[in-house]
């Protein structure tokens, strides 16, 4: 979202908005993305086909000619049927430093790796999974307690601006291709990566604890079974949370649902 109001905000005449459809939430109720909602606040045109490599949709965009197709964690894989439609090209604002976190998750995996540092490269898309080179990257310290979500925000607002000013000057930057020698991947979440046991230690189980917020957070068992820990901190050599989680209950202080442990 942050993207795509900051290139609205640019000026830059935005002609299509390409989102996932409208999912069933709360009681079975359909639910528009975030990124509808805010396409529509700006006045834009939304299409949201099931599979962006649809006939239909290759021929909707080719109708377009665009100028420049930009990607922002769409959650597809572009085909080169589409990579091949805008004149200037497509480009992909990724959330971390490639090639390092190449994929689905880049912000979890860079804080359960412990990194001390991210950030946003801008890159021009090719057929492989964020293997294009690169035309922008700017770099950010991860905060000592900063968890996935907080960091997610800072990022999207630091890939937006810098989305903006790669824009402006995309016919003279000159790419750089990747050094795919170092490059690292970031799979997508499972359910199971939260589910933890005391002895992985202290530190570990913070960096998991703030890497899976919001999904699939993390569970550690107690006297009152799997509880659900949404905050924590490192206490000397052991962790000590502060916010946790019973089945069916709402989030409470560690303190008054452990009190007993």
């Known amino acids: 979202m942050p993207?795509?109001?900051?290139?609205?905000?640019?000026?830059?005449?935005?002609?299509?908005?390409?989102?996932?459809?409208?999912?069933?939430?709360?009681?079975?109720?359909?639910?528009?993305?975030?990124?509808?909602?805010a396409a529509q606040e700006l006045g834009l045109t939304v299409y949201q086909p099931e599979r962006i490599r649809e006939p239909e949709a290759v021929a909707?965009?080719?109708?377009?000619?665009?100028?420049?197709?930009?990607?922002?964690?769409?959650?597809?894989?572009?085909?080169?049927s589409v990579l091949s439609i805008p004149k200037l090209g497509a480009v992909n604002v990724h959330a971390s430093l490639l090639p390092r976190y190449r994929?689905?998750?880049?912000?979890?995996?860079?804080?359960?790796?412990?990194?001390?540092?991210?950030g946003v490269?801008?890159?021009?898309?090719d057929e492989q999974l964020d293997h294009g080179p690169i035309l922008a990257a700017r770099k950010t310290e991860i905060a000592h307690r900063e968890d996935a979500v907080a960091l997610?925000?800072?990022?999207?607002?630091?890939?937006?601006?810098?989305?903006?000013?790669?824009?402006?000057?995309?016919?003279?930057i000159k790419p750089v291709e990747q050094d795919?020698?170092?490059?690292?991947?970031?799979?997508?979440?499972?359910?199971e990566d939260g589910e933890l046991e005391w002895n992985i230690g202290p530190g570990e189980i913070d960096r998991h604890v703030r890497a899976l917020q919001p999904w699939p957070g993390v569970t550690l068992p107690t006297y009152r079974g799997r509880v659900k820990i949404l905050s924590g901190h490192v206490e000397g050599d052991r962790y000590a949370p502060d916010v946790v989680q019973l089945p069916g209950k709402r989030p409470a202080p560690a303190k008054q649902v452990l009190s007993d442990a």
């Open 121 to 125: 490269t801008i890159m021009r898309m």
């Open 103 to 118: 994929g689905a998750a880049p912000v979890a995996r860079a804080i359960l790796a412990g990194e001390r540092e991210t």
């Open 180 to 191: 795919h020698g170092r490059a690292t991947l970031a799979p997508r979440l499972r359910r």
């Open 152 to 172: 997610t925000a800072r990022l999207a607002a630091i890939g937006a601006e810098l989305l903006v000013a790669t824009v402006e000057r995309i016919e003279s």
């Open 60 to 80: 909707k965009l080719r109708s377009l000619s665009p100028d420049l197709l930009v990607v922002v964690a769409y959650g597809q894989i572009v085909p080169p």
């Open 3 to 37: 993207s795509l109001r900051a290139l609205h905000a640019a000026g830059h005449k935005i002609q299509l908005v390409i989102t996932q459809p409208d999912k069933p939430g709360h009681r079975l109720k359909l639910t528009p993305p975030p990124v509808k909602v």
